[in-house]
Nanobody
């Protein structure tokens, strides 16, 4: 069992940056692929970025490419999402999720067994 806790969300102006963190409990977290998802009001949850358990492979949604960077520090049981050049359309609750069954991070939410509670990101124009 893994528990995930996101932090780092907040209110930022368009063009600004934030770094989200996903801290995990459980000694096997370093063997899980991890993804970041987001959900805006009235919209479905969507994939943002993912990272393999070693951190050597990453996967980004088109909306995140070139602006967001996912990374992990397995010694700290933490995955990060650095978000630059934020836009109002990035406003959403951001969730991290862990997939114990795969090396490579998938894009489908139902591939992930463990989820955090989410952190709100609001980008003002």
């Amino acid at each position: 069992q893994v528990q995930l806790v996101e932090s780092g969300g907040g209110l930022v102006q368009a063009g600004g940056s934030l770094r989200l963190s996903c801290a995990a409990s459980g000694r096997t977290f370093s063997t899980y692929a991890v993804g970041w998802f987001r959900q805006a009001p009235w919209k479905e949850r969507e994939f943002v970025a993912g990272i393999s358990w070693r951190g050597s492979s990453t996967n980004y949604a088109d909306s995140a490419k070139g602006r967001f960077t996912i990374s992990r520090d397995n010694a700290k049981n933490t995955v990060y999402l650095r978000m630059n050049s934020l836009k109002p359309e990035d406003t959403a609750v951001y969730y991290c999720a862990a997939d114990p069954g795969s090396y490579y991070p998938g894009r489908a939410a139902d591939e992930y067994a463990f989820w955090g509670q989410g952190t709100q990101v609001t980008v003002s124009s």
